[in-house]
């Protein structure tokens, strides 16, 4: 048989202080970049590369049979009246570009009662790209796809995008709370949240682009690293009632352990997968595969190594401030009992782990 | 193990898997034949089978939003226009009156010259305009002003009419341009005032854009200068024109100041005609219009005169506008008339005598532009300008780019998967292999059921949909490992290896199935992302199907053949 781990004992609680700092300097370097390129702008940077869906603008995916140098491409644009065109080449297609082009502001509104039927939406800057693409011969150039978002649309899909992430944080909090209790629906969520912000860090160090189907990836990110959260304290659960005399510490070590070769293989078959959708997917689905490949190696990591630790802090000082409320406990006899039969009770967990 | 129950498990399997196979490869609507079981006919009924999103068969994909406060604009300026009208019809003595709308508030201020009168004034105009609190204006008069403010939730009954509106017109507009296959939709909550349209097949839009966003109101308007046979009267500037209603620089409640092109000299050629500047003088004109765009019941193009590449739009009027139309020609013999579109007054006539419903726009229109006007026109006004807040497209060769890659991808991960699972589990990950490519094919086939759409991103999901499936029996397959290791027999580690897995299993699946959902309902603004949603829901479903049910199956099967002395499972 050929296994992967065998009779691991590591004490990942032990090195919790570790693992927590390590989390807290990854969230620290991403989130202070961003606010460094949020205040100073380095090379023009911003806080986030946004895509047009949420910043606003035009990006045209052009092909040329006879591909132009990237400064011909420009000098062209900016002649048919487009300025600060960014030029891409698409790396694995040659002659492919894409053309992005922020948002213009409002038309030139000179004769407003002439064209009343002009939009103000989103920018004309698709037709004046097709003019500067004409210029290059007929036939050579061709418009493959654009996307254009006005800049109410694009700040709408902002705050749509943001409450979405936060809807499903709250519902997998309320699901894990009902399957479990709440702290550890809370640890579980507290690690997952980690590891959007730690991905989003990265984004904003690498600055990689963010568009829609990044926040689909972190969504999926969300449920795939709760998973791993939810094996695990599956595990916990069980372990519980078959060792009633083990401290929950030594539980949850052990929990974590035993489940280690599952939550390896199968991060690492989703890996696997992912990968070759970075290297086969294509430039648009790039930025939600690398959404996907950060965020499911760090998810796998705060499974370990930060949602452990943290439940087992939080039910450890519940079970504390327990204690000491002392003979209130016993006012609710009917609880506990309830709670003797599924899961020991936290005062009871605590004694024994001195 | 029980025979028959592996029996019966293996019957469901077989019917489970041939029916999905169907679903995804058979031909539907017609009998299969031979054919369909030759590679390219397996080809054929899968692309018709499966929808595809526009970002994969190309396409575009707009959204409009209707800027209502246009709409709401345009409407308490004509109230305020009314509402002077019929004060002074009842004998008020109106000191002034105007609309005063910014930032979401609209209101009708009236100064009469007598405060003690304000309550008569009230009801003489609420008796001819809708201003009533029923309608959702609220009254309030401070000395000789009166005040009407539209509530917010009027407003919003209001803007969600002229959504509606917008929606059938464009609708209707869609049909008569005679696009193929165009989904169009309602986007939003009841305050968003968008509408979706995504047309298969057409990557350049802008003709269909600007025939959709064409706002072609056609207004007959009262031009105030002396009757004929006096020539009408026009001015050079807008200054002029302002400067003769002697207003002091203001334009008074019921007068408009209009561009008015005048009509070319027929005798130049098309090329003079295009490159010459067109004279541009201005006109003043009664408000409100005489008969608005909505009375109108057909228009078309025709030629100026036989041969010629010039058209002019000729149209008739409805009933209603006909007899109103009618009344006020009959009234004003030897007036001037103009005939404005879009805020521009097109042509200028005297009335000979009275005119009931016909008429025409000369504008020295080209015959697509003549029809493509006459096309807006007969769709009738939309009640407010709409803009466009989205606009994507897709070409056919990107798709087709996307649908390749995206195919590469999903087979690289496939080929990853399955020869981890044989190398580490070695017989069983043949077992979790057939689990696998069941579920692929079930979660085509429940794509196609509900109809929903692939798109790139729900090929994406399909490959994490692989790498998750496959968790399944991991998580298994390792319990089972763990039963075996302390020490259980074979059977009864299988046994209780599904039995604690299965709980995990549910759990787990459950919580990505809520996070799908949050995806799917939140998501309304990006049918792609809702592709996705729907695929990895749809996948994880299937797949307590087949990496549970499928799978054991199997291992009951392989327990069965070796008997009770089975004492070795290749793990």
């Known amino acids: ?129 097709g003019q500067a693409l004409k210029t290059f011969g007929e036939g050579n150039a061709e418009i493959l ?58 984004f904003s160090i690498f600055q990689v682009e963010i568009n829609l189907t990044v926040i689909a990836a972190l969504l999926t990110l969300v449920g795939f690293d709760v998973n791993d959260s939810i094996v695990i304290f599956d595990r916990i659960r069980e372990n519980r009632k078959l060792y009633r005399r083990m401290s929950l510490y030594d539980v949850t070590n052990l929990s974590i352990n035993q489940t280690l070769s599952r939550t390896v293989i199968t ?17 648009t689905l790039r930025p939600f595969s690398l959404a996907l490949l950060m965020g499911i190696l760090f998810g796998t990591y705060d499974t370990i190594a930060v949602a452990g630790p943290i439940m087992v802090w939080w039910e450890k000082r519940l079970a504390s401030s327990e204690r000491a409320a002392g003979a209130k406990v016993s006012a609710g006899p009917a609880r506990n009992a309830q709670r003797a039969v599924g899961k020991p009770s936290r005062a009871a967990l605590a004694r024994e782990q001195k | 193990m029980k025979k028959r129950n592996l029996l ?35 080809k054929a009924n899968l692309a018709n089978n499966i929808h595809l999103g526009l970002d994969l068969r190309g396409g575009s994909h707009l959204v409009m939003r209707v800027k209502v406060e246009d709409y709401l604009k345009r409407l308490t300026e004509d109230s305020a226009v009314a509402a002077q009208n019929a004060a002074k019809d009842s004998g008020f003595e109106v000191k002034e009156a105007h609309a005063e709308t910014a930032s979401g508030s609209y209101r009708v201020l009236m100064t009469i010259s007598d405060a003690t009168k304000v309550k008569d004034a009230r009801d003489a105009v609420q008796k001819k305009v809708d201003l009533s609190d029923n309608s959702g204006w609220s009254f309030s008069a401070s000395g000789a002003t009166m005040a009407w403010s539209l509530s917010g939730a009027q407003q919003k009954v209001l803007g969600d009419s002229a959504t509606d509106q917008a929606y059938k017109i464009i609708d209707s507009r869609i049909n008569a341009i005679g696009v193929a296959e165009p989904t169009l939709q309602r986007r939003g909550g009841q305050n968003s005032h968008e509408i979706l349209l995504q047309m298969p097949g057409i990557s350049d839009p802008e003709h269909v854009k600007q025939l959709l966003a064409g706002q072609s109101h056609l207004e007959l ?10 020539p009408a009267q026009n001015y050079m500037t807008k200054e002029e024109a302002i400067a003769s209603l002697n207003g002091g620089g203001n334009i008074p409640a019921n007068r408009r100041v209009l561009p008015y092109t005048e009509r070319e000299d027929l005798t130049t050629t098309p090329e003079q005609s295009a490159n010459a500047p067109k004279p541009k003088k201005w006109v003043v004109v009664e408000s409100p219009a005489i008969i608005d765009g909505i009375d109108l019941r057909t228009a078309q193009a025709v030629q100026d005169r036989a041969g010629s590449d010039k058209y002019q739009i000729s149209f008739s009027l409805k009933k209603s506008g006909a007899d109103k139309f009618g009344a006020w020609t009959g009234a004003n013999v030897n007036e001037y008339m103009g005939v404005a579109l879009n805020d521009e007054v097109k042509s200028i006539a005297y009335i000979k005598s009275q005119i009931f419903d016909q008429g025409e726009i000369s504008g020295n229109f080209t015959k697509e532009q003549g029809e493509d006007l006459a096309l807006t026109l007969r769709s009738g006004a939309l009640p407010a300008p709409i803009e466009y807040s989205e606009e994507r497209t897709v070409g056919p060769s990107l798709g087709a780019d996307s649908i390749r890659s995206g195919v590469r991808a999903s087979l690289l991960g496939l080929v990853l ?155």
């Open chain 2, 221 to 230: 308007v009262h031009v105030i200068s002396p009757p004929s046979p006096q």
């Open chain 1, 267 to 283: 991060s690492g078959l989703v890996f696997l997968s992912v990968v070759s959708l970075v290297i086969l997917g294509g430039e």
């Open chain 2, 8 to 42: 019966q498990r293996a019957i469901i399997i077989a019917i489970v898997t041939v029916v999905g196979l169907y679903i995804v490869v058979g031909p539907h609507g017609r009998r299969p034949h031979l054919a369909d079981l030759k590679w390219s006919g397996i």
């Open chain 2, 417 to 571: 998967v399955v020869l981890f699972m044989l190398v580490y589990y070695r017989g069983s990950g043949i077992n979790a292999i057939i689990a696998l490519l069941l579920n692929m094919v079930l979660m085509l086939a429940g794509l196609i059921m509900f109809g929903a759409t692939l798109t790139l991103p729900g090929i994406a999901g399909i490959i994490l949909t692989i790498g998750m499936a496959v968790d399944s029996n991991v998580l298994i397959f390792e319990r089972i490992r763990e039963e075996m290791r302390s020490g259980k027999t074979i059977p009864s580690s299988v046994e209780q290896g599904f039995a604690h897995a299965f709980v995990t299993i549910i759990d787990t699946h459950v919580t990505t199935i809520v996070s799908s959902m949050f995806l799917y309902f939140f998501a309304t603004g990006a049918p792609m992302i809702r592709g996705f949603a729907v695929t990895l829901a749809l996948g994880l479903i299937v797949n307590l199907f087949s990496a549970v049910y499928v799978s054991r199956t199997i291992f009951i099967w392989l327990l069965s053949r070796k008997g009770r002395r089975a004492e070795s499972l290749s793990i």
């Open chain 1, 145 to 202: 796809g654009t996307d254009a978002v006005s800049a109410v649309a694009s700040s709408q899909l902002r705050t749509q995008a943001i409450a979405v992430t936060i809807a499903a944080l709250i519902g997998m909090l309320l699901f894990i709370a009902f399957r479990f209790e709440w702290t550890y629906g809370a640890s579980a969520v507290i690690a997952v949240f980690h590891t959007v912000l730690v991905t989003l860090g990265l």
């Open chain 1, 1 to 129: 048989m050929f296994r992967l781990f065998h009779e691991v004992k590591i004490d990942w609680l032990g090195k919790r202080r570790f693992f927590i700092g390590l989390s807290i300097v990854l969230m620290l370097a991403g989130m202070g970049t961003a606010l460094y390129r949020h205040r100073f702008h380095p090379n023009g940077t911003d806080a986030f590369n946004l895509g047009v869906d949420f910043k606003g603008g035009t990006v045209v995916t052009a092909r040329f049979k006879q591909p132009p140098s990237v400064e011909v491409l420009r000098s062209a644009i900016q002649t048919a009246g487009v300025s600060d065109a960014v030029i891409q080449p698409v790396l694995d297609r040659s002659g492919e570009f894409l053309i992005k082009v922020p948002q213009q502001g409002p038309a030139s509104q000179s004769a407003p009662s002439q064209a009343p039927a002009q939009t103000v939406g989103v920018d004309p800057a698709r037709s004046k790209l």
